[in-house]
């Protein structure tokens, strides 16, 4: 279980102290709540658009922690959207217990507050990338967004252990985050943007979720790009932008 959990969670810990960089304007916050008598400190950025038309609750991969994710998210600004990015428990400054069942707690929550705090009205769009794709997945099955965006998602984890490690049999990884299952009861409009050039999660493994799209052209290939600069490629920005018109 414990080499599960590090093989899939790769979080990096930020200073209390630690002052996020970017360079556009940002906001960040921190919300406390109790799931179960389980305690967690949940911290996140506010990226503040010019003029923001809606905005993009943003769910980051595996690796490090916000400040790493920022450039990511930050895309998003382009069309006149505030970003909001939060660190999953045990990532950057957010404290708390990691497990499945409860991370998806945590997102719902973390996601119901803020719009709560920012009062926001206008449309929200999901976005998940890499390990955020499940987590996005699911919690478009209860918020209802206008539109959700997955970018370098999986099947399910078992499905990309198998392909990737050999060492796990399925029915022994205790992490499912099962894309395919969550995508049925989306009732938005979701697209799938990809690599064709990614290693750590191939573009072959994304494609089995196409059956669950409503249609396949929502499904985008990015030229060249594997998964770490993906959202530096001018079609992945150019295909953000349209998304989010």
């Known amino acids: 279980m414990l080499l599960q959990k590090a093989i899939i969670f790769r979080s990096k810990r930020l200073p209390k102290n630690h002052v996020f960089k970017c360079e556009h304007p940002l906001t960040e916050f921190f919300l406390d709540f109790t799931i179960r008598d389980e305690k967690f400190l949940i911290n996140a950025v506010h990226l503040q658009a010019k003029s923001s038309k809606g905005l993009v609750f943003f769910l980051h991969g595996t690796l490090n922690h916000i400040q790493y994710h920022?450039?990511?998210a930050a895309v998003f600004l382009q069309n006149n959207l505030d970003v909001v990015i939060m660190d999953y428990p045990t990532y950057g400054k957010s404290k708390g217990k990691l497990t499945e069942d409860l991370l998806h707690e945590v997102v719902e929550i973390t996601f119901n507050k803020t719009i709560e705090k920012l009062n926001h009205t206008k449309d929200v769009y999901l976005v998940g990338r890499s390990l955020g794709t499940a987590l996005a997945s699911n919690l478009a099955t209860?918020?209802?967004?206008?539109?959700?965006?997955l970018i370098s998602p999986y099947y399910s984890m078992p499905d990309l252990f198998n392909h990737k490690i050999k060492l796990f049999p399925f029915k022994k990884l205790k992490f499912k985050f099962e894309n395919y299952t969550y995508l049925p009861r989306v009732n938005c409009d979701t697209y799938i943007l990809h690599g064709d050039k990614d290693k750590?999660?191939?573009?072959?493994?994304?494609?089995?979720?196409?059956?669950?799209?409503?249609?396949?052209?929502?499904?985008?290939?990015?030229?060249?790009?594997?998964?770490?600069?993906?959202?530096?490629?001018?079609?992945?920005?150019?295909?953000?932008?349209?998304?989010?018109?």
């Open 70 to 72: 920022l450039p990511k």
């Open 142 to 149: 209860k918020v209802h967004p206008k539109k959700l965006i």
């Open 200 to 245: 750590l999660i191939p573009i072959e493994l994304a494609q089995k979720l196409i059956p669950h799209l409503k249609s396949s052209q929502h499904f985008i290939v990015i030229p060249d790009a594997d998964h770490f600069n993906v959202h530096e490629k001018p079609i992945y920005k150019e295909m953000v932008s349209r998304l989010t018109d």
